[in-house]
């Protein structure tokens, strides 16, 4: 063993214990009860670039101490009720959390629980798995015949639990996209879509060792943007109403929101799988 290798065999497990100290400063990241808030356009974690807006219309997160989840709703600049649009939820656990999701749906059981689609009659395409920088993604085309407008839907999930037994997923992302009344949607336009589609201000996830490198992730971080607009429970009621879609005149026709929101899919697990705990 050469003297960097000694080095490191004793610094690792030193930094595996100070990390783990460290990172349980702000565990488990207590929270204030349930908080749901109507976030600035300009804040929050979905983006989604389109030359049919400048930014989102509405933005609303909810946060609790084992998950956070953001409602993002995009509508066109012109077109009244016809505008282009587009709705999509995202979820989080906090770092160092023994949490993951249950998540059993796909594309078309996501799709039609919108309000703007619930009760639509829908012509579906094949599903498809479509890789970006953002990551990959199940994509279906679909046209909501009524309205006769063309529309893709899309979901993705990332970052499994490592330690899970079941290995479920620590972050999910699904929404839709729809054109204006008889515009098309080709590969091209849907490929550009899909492009402008991000997250940002994703949370670090906490690096646990490294050699002479611990960048530790405070609990605070990822409920940075709810923390600084979560007010009183009327509000909280309101962004809550705004997400689910019972906001009767506040300005947006036709129904937008999610009556599941916020879901609450964040499960609880340990790394044994309750086999040491019998």
Known sequence: MNTFQAIRSCAIPLLFSVGLLTGCAGFPYSQSGERTAELPAGKGVIVFKSPDWQGARRRIQYADNDQRVEYALFM??????????????????????????????????????????????????????????????????????ALNRQ??????????????????NTRILFGYYCAPPGDSLD???????????????????????????????????????????????????RAMNLAQGKDKGQGVSPPVGIPDFPFRYAKDYNVSGGDELQ
């Open 151 to 168: 529309c893709f839907g899309l979901l993705g999930e990332w970052d499994a639990a490592v330690d899970d037994p079941m290995l479920r």
């Open 76 to 145: 066109g600049k012109q077109g009244g009720d016809a505008r282009a649009r587009a709705e999509f939820v995202y979820m989080d656990r906090p770092p160092m959390t023994l949490v993951a999701f249950e998540f059993p749906f796909n594309v078309r059981d996501k799709v039609e629980a919108w309000n703007f689609s619930k009760g639509q009659a829908i012509e579906w395409q094949e599903a498809v798995l479509t890789r970006t920088d953002l990551g990959a993604f199940y994509l279906r085309r679909y046209r909501l015949t």
């Open 187 to 237: 590969d091209t336009k849907t490929a550009a879509l899909i492009g402008g589609l991000g997250l940002r201000q994703i949370t670090r996830r906490p690096v646990v060792w490294g050699f002479l490198v611990y960048d530790p992730l405070t609990s605070g971080e990822i409920y940075r943007d709810i923390d600084a607009h979560a007010s009183g429970q009327e509000d909280q009621l």
